[in-house]
């Protein structure tokens, strides 16, 4: 290419947000080009869910998402709801479920989810290029953008930022949009991994290394925030739906509780075990409620060993109470996450100070908008990132 290409509206990055953004002003009438960088779009949609694309949860609100303004969210997220991508969804013939807690998937594969997104952009009209390397981003006189590549230069009166964040970098995870942002005058709250495992140091992790691949339902708490979901072990920490949702609320340092038995008052229970089986092994009580040998490593960590495995009977109430405050409040400082390279998402990002809430533009550098994961505002695990990648883009689109 040794001409530029004159367009009107040219989105970077061909993930969820950015073909939902092309299709939606596509739709309008306006002149589209979207430029990915890696050799396909919607990477990210095609590893999600197992292959079959978490794409949305019925009961995706704000209060679902994370952001240093907590209001931002609202105003995209109450003009485009689940219900209305469930019904593009439906258009397109496209047959899911409900897994469980709202979270919709593919019956098939996540497959359907990016064909879903070309066939609106095609039939918008919406011109979309891959292995477009994108070299530098300039505002030229009379407010027009202008993009250089490594495969040529297009023109366009916006331009918007769907990049996403750092998460999962053999993707084609990059900075990119932080780094625009901060060159226009935005300001960028710290990234950080979410949605991510936990790691533990060795001397935390060598009681538990026998419990690789155990899984099971806890409550989990950090920072003042709580989730039901699964926990597994991993043969470096903590994994599973619940270490996910607490990771997004934990910094360097901070404790992360667990309750082994959610909804069951461990202390009572563990007396009224005393009364009806006096005779009986802790960890054979323990594994009345837990797998087996989380029961008998439990029994351990609590000291319980010592004792040779005690009988019920020996144990006082003080004793039974402490056992019990363990099962209900088992606490561990990770040593660290397992960063990048497996988080889901990137928490932080673009301040929101410096964008509108209704439009996603920057306020200060007329016909800039940035959407989806670029942008601080982060969902729980469930479908929600999803879904505020379809709503920030389709606020854009209406409007670029």
């Given amino acids: 290419m040794t001409q530029a290409i004159d367009t009107e509206v040219i989105v970077l990055g061909g993930g969820a947000a950015g073909l939902m953004c092309a299709a939606v002003a596509g739709a309008r009438g306006r002149r589209v080009q979207v430029l990915e960088k890696t050799r396909r779009v919607g990477k990210k949609i095609l590893m999600s869910g197992g292959g079959r694309c978490n794409f949305t ?93 490594g495969a040529g230069v297009w023109r366009g009166e916006a331009v918007v930022i769907a990049t996403g964040g750092l998460s999962i970098p053999k993707m084609g995870a990059s900075g990119f949009g932080f780094d625009l942002a901060r060159r226009y005058g935005l300001g960028v709250r710290e990234p950080r991994p979410a949605l991510v495992p936990f790691t533990l140091a060795a001397r935390e992790r060598t009681p538990f290394v026998e419990l690789s691949g155990l899984g099971l339902e806890v409550e989990a708490r950090c920072n003042g925030m709580s989730f039901d979901a699964g926990m597994l072990f991993t043969h470096r920490g903590l994994s599973g739906p619940a270490m996910l949702q607490v990771s997004s609320y934990w910094r360097a340092g901070d404790a992360v509780g667990v309750d082994f038995l959610p909804g069951v008052d461990a202390r009572g229970w563990l007396r009224e075990r005393r009364a009806q089986r006096p005779n009986a092994r802790l960890s054979s009580v323990l594994a009345e409620r837990l797998p087996k040998r989380l029961a008998v490593c439990l029994c351990r960590d609590a000291g319980a ?27 561990f400082v990770p040593e660290d996450t397992e960063g990048y390279r497996t988080a889901e998402v990137t928490i932080g990002g673009v301040d929101t100070e410096g964008l509108s809430s209704s439009t996603m533009a920057a306020r200060d550098v007329p016909g800039l908008y940035f959407i989806g994961e670029v942008v601080d505002v982060t969902g729980h695990l469930g479908g929600h990132n999803f879904q505020w990648a379809w709503a920030s883009a389709n606020a854009a689109g209406q409007v670029v």
Avoid: M
């Fill in 57 to 149: 949860n019925l009961y995706s609100e704000p209060d679902n998402f994370l952001s240093a303004n907590p209001h931002y969210c609202k105003s995209a997220l109450a003009r485009y709801t689940p219900a209305d991508f469930i019904g593009l969804v439906e258009a397109h013939g496209i047959a899911y479920h409900e897994k469980e807690r709202g979270q919709l998937f593919c019956d098939g594969s996540s497959k359907q989810i990016v064909r879903l997104l070309l066939d609106e952009c095609e039939r918008a009209g919406v011109a979309v290029h891959t292995e477009i390397d994108i070299r530098h981003v300039e505002r030229e006189a009379g407010d027009r953008f202008r993009v250089e590549t």
């Fill in 305 to 331: 060993a010592r004792l040779g495995d005690p009988r019920l009977k020996t144990l006082s109430d003080d004793e039974l109470g402490a056992l019990g405050a363990g099962l209900a409040d088992w606490r």
